[in-house]
């Protein structure tokens, strides 16, 4: 019997759902089309019908931990007009990677599970294409917007400084997930990006 287009997205979930939980628990290579099957009493050519590879899968539950993610901080900080916005959106971040138990194991396969290759790099990016530059277009718009306003110093590179942000916010995320962070994420987070944008801002006279 054909399904419908609402069963189909719920087989659809359901497969990613255990395709996460797998590559958490087991990583990249060890999780295969035969356990993400099992898991969810389903035969592996069903998997296969939604999925011909792993890399798919990943791209998949990349583009759904990011669409969740912009929906939450849309609600939490809609707009990017000061640098206070800035540290507020990674601290609202930080809270969503907290609350959110599939937010938190997509970040520890991705930083910690993920045994990357060129290949595989390659064709995940494929996949998450439309998601692959919203953030850093989306900050260096805002930092460019700050330069214009006088409120941080224009001779930074905005595309540069967007791109380093996001390294120092994987990169506490890696700590804390790694149980190697000093201190609470959030905390984290927010004194770091103080004391960044602490040499940007252009001093009032």
């Given at each position: 019997m054909k399904k419908t287009k609402?069963?189909?997205?719920?087989?659809?979930?359901?497969?990613?759902?255990?395709?996460?939980?797998?590559?958490?628990?087991?990583?990249?290579?060890k999780t295969t089309f035969e356990l993400i099957s099992s898991k969810i009493g389903m035969t592996k050519g069903a998997v296969y019908?939604?999925?011909?590879?792993?890399?798919?899968?990943?791209?998949?539950?990349?583009?759904?931990?990011?669409?969740?993610k912009k929906q939450y901080l849309?609600?939490?900080?809609?707009a990017l007009n000061h640098f206070?916005?800035?540290?507020?959106?990674?601290?609202?971040?930080?809270?969503?990677?907290?609350?959110?138990?599939?937010?938190?194991?997509t970040a520890f396969f991705l930083s910690l599970q993920m045994e990357w290759s060129q290949s595989?790099?390659?064709?995940?990016?494929?996949?998450?294409?439309?998601n692959a530059t919203y953030w850093s277009e989306y900050f260096t718009k805002a930092l460019i917007k700050m330069q214009k306003n006088g409120e941080i110093r224009s001779d930074i590179n905005a595309e540069l400084l967007s791109a380093m942000m996001?390294?120092?916010?994987t990169g506490h995320v890696e700590a804390y997930l790694s149980k190697r962070c000093p201190t609470d994420l959030k905390c984290m987070v927010?004194?770091?990006?103080?004391?960044?944008?602490?040499?940007?801002?252009?001093?009032?006279?």
């Open positions: 609402q069963e189909a997205e719920e087989t659809k979930k359901a497969i990613l759902q255990s395709a996460l939980d797998l590559f958490y628990e087991k990583g990249y290579f019908w939604y999925f011909r590879n792993k890399p798919e899968l990943v791209a998949a539950i990349i583009n759904d931990y990011i669409e969740r849309n609600e939490k900080v809609p206070k916005d800035i540290v507020a959106y990674f601290s609202a971040t930080a809270d969503f990677l907290l609350s959110d138990e599939n937010a938190c194991k595989t790099i390659t064709k995940v990016l494929e996949g998450i294409r439309e996001f390294n120092l916010w927010q004194k770091s990006f103080d004391i960044m944008f602490n040499g940007l801002i252009l001093k009032k006279e």
